[in-house]
Structure formats: structure tokens, C-alpha cells
Nanobody
Framework: VQLQASGGGLVQAGNSLRVSCAAS????????MAWFRQAPGKERESVAS????????YYRDSVEGRFAISSDNAKNTVFLQMNSLKPEDTAVYYC????????????????????WGQGTLVTVSS
């Protein structure tokens, strides 16, 4: 499975941005897709995940209510709509895919993912 993230950029605090991740290859086995992010000098952390079959979504607390993850299974693309952006949301955003089933909240853990995209930079100015 290959993942290609896009849509990052520079945005002012309070505004919105949507990033996309297109999957290709053996996508039939992909059960979960997720977004992670890594700010300079910090560890990579989860942002949101989605079960492609069930449509269930999971979020880290700091983005709950501001971010929304969605999946267009026909196009093998997952989106992350980011609203009310804050400077602390600045990071490289990575998409990831997992073939594991029934992860639930474990789908927010890095260890659940085998496939990773190259990342797209989101910069939020104050």
C-alpha cells in the first residue's frame, strides 16, 4: 500500500484547512486509516483514525470537535478537515494505513500501522 498526502500549507489561526491522503496498491485489505502529526522537536502523535468498513472515528482530545476525519472508499482517499486551527497544530501531518481489524481506540496508536505516507506540512500562524 502506498500513501500520498497532500493539502498542507500556511494558514492563520482560527482558519480551516483540509489535507488529503490517497492510497494505492492493495487497498482492499486496509481496515483503518489515520492521521498522525509531528511538530519540531516532539514525538509523532496521533490525531484521528477511521474504520473504513464501519465508519467509526477516533480523535485525540486536543482536536476533538475541531477536526473531522472522513473516508471516500471508492476513491481510496481519506481526508482531515481541520477547523479553528491553532499555532500548536503546526506540524508535519502523516497519513497511515493498517490491515488490522477491530482496533477500536487502539487505532490511535502508532504500532497499529504498517504503511505510512511522506507527510505534508501544516503551519498555523498566530
Amino acid at each position: 500500500v502506498q500513501l500520498q498526502a497532500s493539502g498542507g500549507g500556511l494558514v492563520q489561526a482560527g482558519n480551516s484547512l483540509r489535507v488529503s491522503c490517497a492510497a494505492s496498491g492493495r487497498t482492499d485489505n486496509v481496515e483503518y486509516m489515520a492521521w498522525f502529526r509531528q511538530a519540531p522537536g516532539k514525538e509523532r502523535e496521533s490525531v484521528a483514525s477511521i474504520s473504513r468498513r464501519l465508519g467509526l472515528t477516533y480523535y485525540r482530545d486536543s482536536v476533538e470537535g475541531r477536526f473531522a476525519i472522513s473516508s471516500d472508499n471508492a476513491k481510496n482517499t481519506v481526508f482531515l478537515q481541520m477547523n479553528s486551527l491553532k499555532p500548536e497544530d503546526t506540524a508535519v501531518y502523516y497519513c497511515a494505513a493498517s490491515t488490522l481489524r477491530e482496533l477500536g481506540t487502539v487505532s490511535l496508536r502508532r504500532e497499529a500501522y504498517t504503511y505510512w505516507g511522506q507527510g505534508t506540512l501544516v503551519t498555523v500562524s498566530s
